[in-house]
């Protein structure tokens, strides 16, 4: 793997460092999958997309702490291709539990799903629906790359926007930047 958190080639696993009193720690492969061995190159060649650092079937398993304590659980996981609007995307999904303990007080419960291009790593549409504590929130995004505008939908609030060619959301940027061999 090529960030922090990530279970790499071997199986073995990093930990991520702590930010503003929280950290994520302990990454594994939920299915005990390996990636496949990466090309071998120079070092000049620039990466294929088409041969991303991560794969499908990957599901990464993180511990959330909280000054500490541990306050929850956040998954990762990489779904088989489908095909989206006649494009072959990655379904990216991201999980947040809060646990039994920290959702007494505080329940966390959030759930986002990107649509990566398989072949290029842009997206085409982004759904996030979170629950944190009494607020709620649903939201979706949808991204049409040729005509380069998105269409956002919050709360039967239907807004679009100007976007700049390939652009990402926020989880598929993550996926984006696995896939580059240096930045």
């Known amino acids: 793997g090529k960030a922090n958190g990530v279970a790499d080639q071997t199986g073995s696993t990093r930990q991520d460092k702590k930010t503003n009193g929280a950290s994520v720690e302990k990454a594994t492969s939920e299915n005990g999958a390996v990636a496949p061995p990466l090309p071998v190159t120079n070092g000049n060649d620039k990466h294929d ?44 999904l991201s999980t947040v539990q809060s646990n039994d303990f920290v959702s007494f007080f505080y329940p966390v419960n959030d759930r986002v799903e990107s649509y990566l291009d398989a072949r290029e790593l842009y997206s085409h549409r982004i759904n996030i629906k979170q629950h944190q504590g009494k607020r709620k929130r649903k939201k979706q995004i949808e991204f049409d790359q040729a005509k380069h505008k998105a269409v956002q939908i919050r709360e039967d609030q239907r807004e679009t926007f100007d976007i700049p060619p390939k652009v990402n959301d926020f989880l598929s940027a993550l996926y984006y930047f696995r896939a580059q061999d240096s930045i």
Do not use: Q
């Open 49 to 92: 997309p088409r041969a991303p650092s991560f794969f499908k079937g990957e599901t990464l398993v993180y511990e959330v702490r909280f000054l500490g304590v541990a306050a929850g659980t956040a998954v990762l996981s990489v779904n088989d291709p489908i095909t989206y609007n006649g494009y072959e995307v990655y379904p990216i």
